[in-house]
T-cell receptor, first 113, second 111 residues
Framework: DTGVSQDPRHKITKRGQNVTFRCDPISEHNRLYWYRQTLGQGPEFLTYFQNEAQLEKSRLLSDRFSAERPKGSFSTLEIQRTEQGDSAMYLC???????????FGPGTRLTVL | DQQVKQNSPSLSVQEGRISILNCDYTNSMFDYFLWYKKYPAEGPTFLIS?????DKNEDGRFTVFLNKSAKHLSLHIVPSQPGDSAVYFCAASGNTDKLIFGTGTRLQVFP
């Protein structure tokens, strides 16, 4: 186990379609975070989990977005009815516990046509 | 409302010289600060961090300085190497551990 992994790395979809991304954190990391990065900006926080509990959601996470971490291991981020404004890099990070360093995965680049 | 600001979008430094990247923040509740490096098509890679109880932290060629009264931190890279060429993000956290990032500074180290 070498780090956080994300799948897929790239996703191209048409407006209105649903997409789902997966994140596998570093083994035994209790915290898992989702961020979104658009061109020219730094990553922006979306949501995070402590084990399977979703502790906080950003205002950026509209009702079209849902995230889960059902068994406290991997997480999924689903976007329903995608819009062109959803095009971004979606980053996942994990940390051993709260206040520990967050380690990022390679990201999933979403393009909505 | 940009709580973490990196006002220099780019920096060019000669190999072997010092690179200084700056970051300002506005939220006095922030108490933990980090620097990440990012290559194209990769996720951010953690470099170094500092808590608000310190004013300096050093790790090899990388040193982070924190000036709480000025709400300013900086990353020093000495000596700079071509492999350091990347985008550097400053990040901060406070009463929750979600990170607030700056917009990044693109560092180019030339021979």
């Amino acid at each position: 186990d070498t780090g956080v992994s994300q799948d897929p790395r790239h996703k191209i979809t048409k407006r209105g379609q649903n997409v789902t991304f997966r994140c596998d954190p570093i083994s035994e990391h209790n915290r898992l975070y989702w961020y979104r990065q658009t061109l020219g900006q730094g990553p922006e926080f979306l949501t995070y989990f402590q084990n399977e509990a979703q502790l906080e959601k950003s205002r950026l996470l509209s009702d079209r977005f849902s995230a889960e971490r059902p068994k406290g291991s991997f997480s999924t981020l689903e976007i329903q009815r995608t819009e062109q404004g959803d095009s971004a890099m979606y980053l996942c990070a994990s940390s051993l516990t709260n206040w520990d360093t967050q380690y990022f995965g390679p990201g999933t680049r979403l393009t909505v046509l | 409302d940009q709580q973490v600001k990196q006002n220099s979008p780019s920096l060019s430094v000669q190999e072997g010289r010092i690179s200084i990247l700056n970051c300002d923040y506005t939220n006095s509740m922030f108490d933990y600060f980090l620097w990440y490096k990012k290559y194209p098509a990769e996720g951010p890679t953690f470099l170094i961090s500092i808590s608000s109880i310190k004013d300096k932290n050093e790790d090899g060629r990388f040193t982070v300085f924190l000036n709480k009264s000025a709400k300013h931190l900086s990353l020093h890279i000495v000596p700079s190497q071509p492999g350091d060429s990347a985008v550097y993000f400053c990040a901060a956290s406070g009463n929750t551990d979600k990170l607030i990032f700056g917009t990044g500074t693109r560092l180019q180290v030339f021979p």
